[in-house]
């Protein structure tokens, strides 16, 4: 049974929830970047969070935050990288757990990716730093940053095969995982005061990269297969120059960024220079782990990216045919307001119904165009299928038929190795592998 | 469709309805409670406001009253009770009617009558029937002189308040029946982050009424009024009282937004007076509160190029400055105690003779050679204070008032 077809477990349901509760998390503090950031543009907005914000509740904060923020707003530029690079990354994530809903190593990107999203986020980071953080709001942030940390940590170490390095014995490894976690927590939970979103940069930019980055090393060392040592190579750059960047950073400036001098006083300083020295740096990471599943075809990619250009093609195609119908339908009837199609409710629900059940043809008529003209192997599998089907009626030799099939199943789906299994009475009769070049 | 994405769909929605749920809670039940802010600290400049905001509210009996303090490094209390309503019967309409005239142009029997009303209860600051003595750094404010009584919780349900400043011997307030004495909240909080906070509750008995609030550290000009409405009448809204509230905070916040806008210009007038130069703090006589800013908030100077500071309100100029720690602080025992280091010279900084005056002070504060703790202590004047200080080193050092927790700058010194 494919691994995402198994039914859930409770360590599914409580990834699931637990993750729902992160994503949403990093929602409301995304948005509350872009809340000041629109409150820096207009002023009754301004004004209304700042009513809003005298009251005591969660929300009520978060309104006074946006407010506060948007008298320091970085420039339009710096915002739109900020929100890129968390939009890059929770688009990466998706596309993950998409693929592996049921893989750690996936869940572990993923949560990373999340972590990532936010923490490198400086306007909505700058909004954070505005009010000091209550008790509740101290345990979210560094529950958040912890969990943050230690996903990309593991997740590095164990991408892409999910064995993690050093292959040594567990009695090995065990300790020196939990010396990095103990480690990693311990930093997240020292982070307080102004001085945290420097040095949540460097714990970010810096010591993940370089565990990633050693334990990628050791893979393209110790890895004998080729793609494995490819795909270790691949991640191994992506993360250098984070790593390059942070050793010239401390050479540079030592922990000055990170160590506050008015320490105590709330002062929001968020340090700009970090954020653009590590976020493009760090950009590199999620861009290098895409290319690196795209190029590898790891965990399946093509399917996805597949049924994502034919849904988006087909919803186009229905979306343009819509609007052109209502142009049409306004030019022929007069004005949308004076139209009684328009406004007749009946009309528009048969419309929209007609629309609806159109989608699956469409669908199905897309995924045909596509396959022919872009997945010419898919086009060719399917008539392969179709051909074998007809073979079968004039085929009696049993071994001729598995060698028949072992053809089509590696001309179809192109398989690493196949190997068939036949139920017999007396004894199981066991075919292959044979190597799929 | 598989039996795992039925699954994901169903806790999706469980989800989804547990958000709605929990939205629900956090918002409901807000007409019940009115938030009031104690002192205020604005967003585009560092402030501290004398004041209430709104400066009267309505409520229902069983209602709470949320105050809400921004720490901008100063204490206040709320405090109530038929002692308090007494004293600010008196007090109140005295100073709606004197309070803009200068001090000089009072008659006597004025002030006296407004003093002996103010300190039938205890002040710390304001209860002054004598000029205060003029008093060298370090000394404004004595650990020993600070009273228990204001500074700590304090419930006198019938009788007299303890003698001497000592704390009350029931601290644990209960709901506010409108019969009480006194009813004291103590020092709202010494926090510098979190949140300041005091819940007033009321009693379901509470008769509809008037009851007056003041804050026993600045005196009963410091006051809001308390409406106990019938619970069939209705009352504000909580939005409609944070209305309120943002349009007492731009009244007052104007003022300082002129003069924050004309200092950055590099001018500032003051008592009729017009300054220039790099300012510590400025006030506007229309305003009871501080703009607590250093202006520019970058200077640039040489090595043993004098640098001058016109320091308007209580403030220090200290360099390499410790952690922040507010100026009071809660003993294990309930205490509350002055930090002095706070008021005082530290790194080699001259004493001054008369660190709390009504005229201006000139203090020359020497050289400071860029390295260890440099404080010129706190210092005030009800004019002004001209603090000069030289720099023996280049390099780039941030300063702050010790009192002020948001008011730090930065000095650029090359050689």
Redesign the interface.
């Known amino acids: 049974m494919a691994d995402s077809e198994r039914p859930l477990r409770g360590a599914d349901l409580a990834f699931l929830i637990g993750f729902g509760l992160y994503v949403l998390g990093l929602l409301v503090v995304l948005g509350q970047g872009l809340l000041a950031v629109a409150a820096s543009s207009s002023a009754d907005l301004h004004e209304s969070l700042h009513v809003q914000g005298l009251g005591s509740g969660i929300l009520d904060r978060a309104a006074l935050r946006a407010a506060d923020a948007s008298h320091s707003m970085p420039s339009g530029l710096q915002i739109v990288a900020d929100y890129l690079f968390s939009a890059v990354n929770l688009g990466l994530a998706a596309v993950l757990l998409k693929l592996r809903p049921r893989d750690w190593t996936a869940r572990l990107l993923a949560t990373a990716l999340v972590g990532a999203a936010g923490v490198f986020n400086l306007t909505s980071q700058g909004v954070l730093e505005q009010l000091p953080y209550t008790p509740l709001e101290t345990l979210a942030q560094v529950t958040a940053h912890v969990l943050a940390g230690l996903a990309y940590v593991y997740a590095l170490l164990l991408f892409p095969d999910g064995r993690p390095v050093p292959r040594w014995r567990p009695a090995a490894v065990i300790p020196l995982y939990l010396t990095a976690t103990f480690g990693a927590v311990f930093l997240s939970i020292r982070l307080e005061g102004p001085a945290r979103p420097a040095t949540l940069l460097l714990f970010f930019g810096l010591l993940v990269p370089a565990a990633g980055a050693a334990a990628q090393a050791y893979r393209i060392v110790k890895t004998e297969d080729a793609t494995g040592q490819a795909q270790a190579r691949l991640l191994f750059w992506a993360l250098l120059p984070s790593v390059g960047f942070g050793i010239v950073f401390l050479v540079l400036h030592g922990l000055s960024p990170a160590t506050n001098v008015l320490a105590g006083r709330h002062i929001p300083e968020p340090p700009v220079a970090l954020y653009r020295t590590f976020q493009p740096a760090f950009a590199l990471i999620p861009l290098a782990l895409f290319a690196g599943i795209l190029r590898y075809r790891l965990w399946d990619i093509e399917r996805l990216l597949n049924r994502t250009t034919v849904y988006a093609i087909a919803t186009a195609l229905l979306g343009g045919l819509y609007a052109a119908f209502i142009v049409v339908a306004q030019l022929l009837l007069g004005t949308v307001a004076a139209s009684p199609l328009i406004d007749s409710k009946a009309a528009v629900a048969i419309t929209t119904l007609l629309f609806v059940t159109a989608f699956r043809p469409l669908r199905d008529q897309v995924q045909r165009f596509i396959d022919r003209r872009f997945n010419r192997s898919r086009y060719d599998a399917q008539v392969t299928m179709e051909r074998f089907a007809e073979d079968l009626r004039d085929v009696v030799d049993p071994n001729d038929i598995v060698e028949r099939l072992e053809g089509v199943l590696t001309e179809v789906f192109e398989p690493r190795h196949v190997t068939l299994w036949f139920r017999e009475v007396e004894a199981p009769h066991v075919r292959g592998p044979s190597s799929n070049p | 469709m ?3 994405a039925t ?2 769909r169903r ?2 929605r469980v ?1 989804g309805a547990v ?1 709605v749920l929990l939205i629900g809670a ?2 409901a039940g ?1 007409a019940e ?1 009115v ?1 009031v ?1 104690v002192d205020y600290d604005h ?2 400049f560092a402030t501290q406001f004398i004041r209430y905001f709104p400066d009267s509210i309505q409520v229902h009996a069983g209602d709470t009253v ?1 105050f ?1 303090q921004d720490w901008t490094g100063e204490a206040h209390t709320v405090t109530l009770g038929t002692m308090v309503d007494e004293a600010l019967s008196v007090t109140k309409p005295l100073f709606e009617e004197w309070g803009e005239v200068p001090e000089d142009q009072i008659p006597p029997e004025v002030l006296d009558a407004y003093f002996t009303a103010e300190c039938s209860v205890p002040v710390l600051f304001g209860c002054e029937e004598e000029p205060t003595e003029q008093e060298p750094t370090g000394e404004a404010v004595d650990s020993d002189e600070i009273n228990q009584t204001i500074a700590q919780p304090c419930l006198i349900e019938q009788g007299s308040l303890p003698e001497d400043g000592a704390p009350c011997a029931t601290q644990d307030l209960g709901p506010f029946d409108g019969t009480e004495a006194y009813y004291n909240s103590g020092f709202i909080g010494l926090e ?4 300041n906070i005091f819940e007033l509750e009321l009693s379901d008995s509470i008769e509809p009424g008037e009851y007056n609030i003041f804050c026993s550290v600045h005196g009963s000009f410091h006051n809001a009024t308390m409406q106990v409405v019938p619970s069939d009448q209705p009352i504000p809204s ?2 409609e009282v ?2 309120q ?2 349009e007492e905070l731009n009244e007052v916040v104007e003022p300082f937004r002129q003069v924050y806008e004309s200092a950055n210009e590099g001018q500032f007038v003051f008592g009729g007076e017009a300054f220039t130069g790099n300012f510590s703090g400025l006030m506007d006589e229309r305003v009871e509160g501080l703009l607590n800013e250093f202006i520019p908030e970058t200077i640039e100077a040489e090595v043993g190029e004098p640098v001058t500071w016109l320091m308007f309100g209580p403030h220090s100029i200290s360099f ?2 410790p ?3 507010p100026i009071y602080e809660q003993l294990e025992d309930g205490t509350v105690s002055a930090n002095e280091e706070v008021y005082l010279p530290a790194g080699g900084a001259p004493e001054v003779e008369e660190a709390d005056s009504v005229d201006p002070i000139v203090v020359d504060g020497g050289t400071w050679d860029g390295t260890d703790f440099w404080s010129s202590g706190v210092l005030y004047s009800d004019a002004y204070v001209e603090y000069t200080l030289r720099f023996s080193a280049p390099g780039t050092y ?1 300063y ?1 008032c010790l009192i002020h ?2 008011m ?1 700058g930065t000095v650029t010194v090359t050689g």
């Open positions: 598989s039996r795992g699954a994901i806790v999706l989800g958000l956090c918002t807000s409670t938030t802010r967003d585009e949320i809400r510098t982050e979190g949140e909580a939005n944070n209305l509230t943002r390499d400055v952690e922040y720690f941030r702050a927790p948001p730090v």
